[in-house]
């Protein structure tokens, strides 16, 4: 069923770095693709003044060309230790963050199938951005009981997965210390009311005031078809119309 002269296989297999074969003719017989080990990179964070071990904090490594290969790992370790592995060549970027400090980013260079990488250090700056907030319904009534998420987590390829830094108080306020600097957004999530948002605008060691207003919740009713044909069990996600990278709500259909 393939249509075309030549082509570019590509194969993947868990624990193995992809593997790629490029310009096999049409009607080939014996192409044979080889797989190779996946990188690996390891090493420790620690705090940039007093060169201890942080012991939890999120890593990301990802290839810079794209989304292709990223690995996300939460990391718990008394030495602060951590090793990340990727199935791809090329550029890399390692990206730390960790409650209370600024966001670190750590340009690899070019990572190599095969590759171990050992020895690598990060070293994190704290953080004096602070952020005093309230949470109000759509009647501008304070709103107990939000829970506060930092930076762009409902968005298309990161869910709200990461834990909650704040609760709104009875009188619908929260105050939030040491966020990193690069913090883009805060959301406030109410189980009775849809997530409201708030860019958040300041340099690091600034004292920045806020308020995130919950829209009410509505509903949309409707049916996932194929050729007229009902669809059961179909993820289903809703963007906002304004900000498509912006994740809403997900449900699945019955």
């Known amino acids: 069923g393939l249509e075309g002269d030549s082509f570019t296989l590509s194969a993947i297999a868990p624990g193995f770095a992809w593997g790629t074969l490029a310009d096999v003719p049409m009607g080939t017989l014996n192409a044979e693709i080889k797989l190779t080990d996946m990188a690996r990179i390891s090493g420790r964070v ?29 990391i718990s370790d008394k030495d602060g230790k951590f090793e990340v592995s990727s199935s791809l060549r090329g550029a890399m970027d390692l990206t730390v963050k960790s409650p209370g400090y600024e966001t670190e980013e750590l340009a690899l260079g070019i990572v190599e199938f095969g590759e171990e990488r050992t020895g690598v250090e ?63 957004l805060l959301t406030a999530v109410h189980p009775d009311f849809a997530p409201g948002y708030s860019e958040l605008v300041g340099n690091r060691g600034s004292k920045t005031k806020i308020k995130i207003v919950v829209p009410p919740v509505g509903s949309i009713y409707g049916s996932v078809t194929m050729n007229g044909t009902l669809l059961h069990d179909v993820q289903l996600l809703v963007y906002s119309v304004d900000d498509d990278t912006r994740w809403i709500a997900e449900t699945i259909t019955d």
Request: glycine share 8%; hydrophobic share 35%; charged share 25%.
């Open 122 to 184: 990060i070293a994190l700056k704290r953080s004096d951005f602070e952020v005093q907030g309230i949470v109000v319904d759509p009647n501008n009534s304070p709103l107990a009981g939000a829970r506060i998420y930092a930076e762009r987590l409902f968005c298309r390829d990161q869910k709200a997965t990461t834990a909650a830094i704040g609760v709104s108080d009875s009188q619908g306020e929260f105050l939030i210390a040491g966020l990193p600097k690069d913090t883009l």
């Open 46 to 74: 620690l705090e940039e003044r007093s060169n201890r071990p942080i012991t939890q904090y999120e890593i990301e490594l990802r290839a810079q060309s794209g989304n292709l290969g990223r690995n996300f790992q939460s």
